[in-house]
């Protein structure tokens, strides 16, 4: 009843410790450890996915190789006509999952402290997962694709949400225009 009562409350690290009897009292004492949040609450690693250019082994985003092969086929001896068609296809046919793609870290707008406010994850406090408030964030357009979210052991003793994450593009509005 007690494991019960911590995963459906969202303490979802705790662990029990021990146990003890008082036959005097007719009471058991049980002793439960709670990791508690560390000094960084949310550590965001953000990433993007490159595409692997066959040829070179260089990292290229999904635009500059587009861009690349597009050049290749403007280059090569083919007659204008020919071009024109083989352009067409090109752009019809480069898909990105059909690509050699891999993920690197790269740098993120979203502020890991704004996200430990939306799951009250406070330094000091006990480690608590809030499912529906994770949902929201997850469902919120911050972020293009989590690729993973897991409480980490921290060197400080806590526990930190480490997030791994996609941003989609930055956005701009201009009003008036």
Same mark, same amino acid.
């Given at each position: 009843?007690?494991? !019960?009562?911590?995963?459906?409350?969202?303490?979802? *690290?705790?662990?029990?410790?021990?146990?003890? *009897?008082?036959? +005097?009292?007719?009471?058991?004492?049980?002793?439960?450890?709670?990791?508690?949040?560390?000094?960084?609450?949310?550590?965001?690693?953000?990433?993007?996915?490159? %595409?692997?250019? +066959?040829?070179?082994?260089?990292?290229?985003?999904?635009?500059?190789?587009?861009?690349?092969?597009?050049?290749?086929?403007? %280059?090569?001896?083919?007659? @204008?006509?020919?071009?024109?068609?083989?352009?067409?296809?090109?752009?019809?046919?480069? &898909?990105?999952?059909?690509?050699?793609?891999?993920? %690197?870290?790269? /740098?993120? !707008?979203?502020?890991?402290?704004?996200?430990?406010?939306?799951?009250? *994850?406070?330094?000091?406090?006990?480690?608590?997962?809030? +499912?529906?408030?994770?949902? /929201?964030?997850?469902?919120?357009?911050?972020?293009? @694709?989590?690729? !993973?979210?897991?409480? &980490? !052991?921290?060197?400080?003793?806590? %526990?930190? *949400?480490?997030?791994?994450?996609?941003?989609?593009?930055?956005?701009?509005?201009?009003?008036?225009?």
């Amino acid at each position: 009843h007690l494991k !019960r009562w911590y995963v459906r409350n969202g303490y979802v *690290l705790h662990s029990v410790t021990g146990a003890t *009897l008082k036959p +005097d009292t007719a009471t058991a004492e049980i002793s439960v450890q709670e990791p508690c949040v560390s000094k960084l609450p949310v550590d965001i690693v953000f990433c993007k996915e490159m %595409v692997v250019d +066959d040829e070179t082994g260089e990292l290229l985003t999904f635009r500059q190789y587009r861009e690349k092969k597009i050049k290749e086929l403007q %280059v090569s001896r083919a007659s @204008k006509s020919s071009i024109s068609s083989r352009l067409q296809r090109l752009s019809m046919q480069i &898909e990105q999952r059909d690509l050699n793609t891999t993920i %690197v870290q790269t /740098k993120g !707008r979203t502020r890991a402290s704004k996200v430990a406010t939306a799951l009250k *994850l406070e330094p000091g406090q006990p480690f608590r997962w809030h +499912d529906s408030r994770w949902k /929201k964030i997850a469902k919120s357009g911050i972020f293009s @694709k989590i690729l !993973r979210a897991s409480p &980490e !052991r921290t060197s400080d003793g806590g %526990v930190c *949400l480490q997030v791994f994450a996609m941003e989609p593009p930055a956005r701009h509005l201009e009003y008036g225009v």
